[in-house]
Every structure is written in structure tokens, then in C-alpha cells.
T-cell receptor, first 112, second 115 residues
Framework: AQTVTQSQPEMSVQEAETVTLSCTYD???????LFWYKQPPSRQMILVIR????KQQNATENRFSVNFQKAAKSFSLKISDSQLGDAAMYFC?????????WGAGTKLIIKP | DVKVTQSSRYLVKRTGEKVFLECVQD?????MFWYRQDPGLGLRLIYF???????EKGDIPEGYSVSREKKERFSLILESASTNQTSMYLC??????????????FGPGTRLTVT
């Protein structure tokens, strides 16, 4: 069975600092996609970043970057220069045959 | 801008009632999804549809059915609502591509309470 595990239910970071959210997964596929989605309070879920497993280079989107370790099945999200607007639930997801398997989520708190 | 809309933000229903949740997307996406979101469990797929009139069961289809008569519209039906179906329901849509996993676009969610 394919699984996604986010071991940190909640994280907090000081504004302007860097924070890393952890995600591990399990799959028997050799080619797959991994995603981080963000769900701000009372707002819609949106895509943060996407990684294709066959690409060794880590994906980056502005202040958001991933550390993709395929052999270790690890996919962490690093947020640099944290801003108040980054406060949200963050979900890690694995694509499995065009369906997403989701982690339980990490609540990120930004301290002003 | 991609827009996915859901018919209600909040809904309160009684046990045994038939409940309809509707989702509409305006981006001509082939795929549409219904998820249930519960704290500590992430999102769980109820049903998805990859084309008009086509549907596939997700991980937790029991107690639910779906309908997709038009490409832009995907409905979730609770035939006889029960208290354990109290939850947040999220609709999403995406393009379909062989070998490619496209971004899913989400609606705002419907918080359903069954009493």
C-alpha cells in the first residue's frame, strides 16, 4: 500500500526565519509525482510545489524549496524568510495512478 | 483564473436525509474529485471521475454516490445521511494527461453537519 506520513502535527517559526516540514512516503513505483499543498485558514487549498521523481534536481518556487531524497523516500519542504501569510495547514501528497495519497498535514504557525 | 465552486459553504442536515453537494469547474478539466477532510486524517478520496458519466471509487465510497452528467459539474450524494458523515467535503478538478500528474484545483469546501 502507498502511504504518506507527516510526523509533525504542528510547527512554529519566527517571522523571517526558515522552517522545514517533513514528509516520508512509501511506494513501489519508480516514477511518480510528489506535491506540497497549502490550506490557509478558511481558504482554498492551493499547490505550493511539485516534484517529479525522475528529476534529481530539487524543485524550487521562490521562497519554497524541497529536499527530495528518493532512496530514503523523503520529501521535505523548506520555507525561507517565513511570512505571516505562510500560516496554514501544509499537506504532502503522492501521486498514485493519477490519484493523490495525502499525509495528515502539518499546521504551521508564524510568530510575529 | 481557474475557479472551482461548491454549492454551499455550510450545511446542516438531519440523520436519514438525502444530501446533494454540487461542484462546478470552469476550466474544461477532464478529472474531478470528491474528498473528505477530517482532522488528523488528511484528505481521503471518496470518488473521482475522469470523464462525463464515468466514475471510479476512491478509498471511502461507502454511503456515497456521485453523478457527472456534464463535464463541468460533479455531484456528491449522501443517500441517507448519518452522523459519521459530518465532515468537510472538498471538490477538486484537474487536467488529465498520460504519464503526467497535473495540479488539482480545489473548491472552498462544504462543512456538513449531520444531527
Amino acid at each position: 500500500a502507498q502511504t504518506v506520513t507527516q510526523s509533525q502535527p504542528e510547527m512554529s517559526v519566527q517571522e523571517a526565519e526558515t522552517v522545514t516540514l517533513s514528509c516520508t512516503y512509501d511506494t513501489s513505483e519508480s516514477d511518480y509525482y510528489l506535491f506540497w499543498y497549502k490550506q490557509p485558514p478558511s481558504r482554498q487549498m492551493i499547490l505550493v510545489i511539485r516534484q517529479e521523481a525522475y528529476k534529481q534536481q530539487n524543485a524550487t518556487e521562490n521562497r519554497f524549496s524541497v529536499n527530495f531524497q528518493k532512496a530514503a523516500k523523503s520529501f521535505s519542504l523548506k520555507i525561507s524568510d517565513s511570512q505571516l501569510g505562510d500560516a496554514a495547514m501544509y499537506f504532502c501528497a503522492l501521486d498514485s495512478n493519477y490519484q493523490l495519497i495525502w499525509g495528515a498535514g502539518t499546521k504551521l504557525i508564524i510568530k510575529p | 483564473d481557474v475557479k472551482v465552486t461548491q454549492s454551499s459553504r455550510y450545511l446542516v442536515k438531519r440523520t436519514g436525509e438525502k444530501v446533494f453537494l454540487e461542484c462546478v469547474q470552469d476550466m474544461d478539466h477532464e478529472n474531478m474529485f470528491w474528498y473528505r477532510q477530517d482532522p488528523g486524517l488528511g484528505l481521503r478520496l471518496i470518488y473521482f471521475s475522469y470523464d462525463v458519466k464515468m466514475k471510479e471509487k476512491g478509498d471511502i465510497p461507502e454511503g456515497y454516490s456521485v453523478s457527472r452528467e456534464k463535464k463541468e459539474r460533479f455531484s456528491l450524494i449522501l443517500e441517507s445521511a448519518s452522523t459519521n458523515q459530518t465532515s468537510m467535503y472538498l471538490c477538486a478538478s484537474s487536467f488529465s494527461g498520460r504519464g503526467i500528474s497535473y495540479e488539482q484545483y480545489f473548491g472552498p469546501g462544504t462543512r456538513l453537519t449531520v444531527t
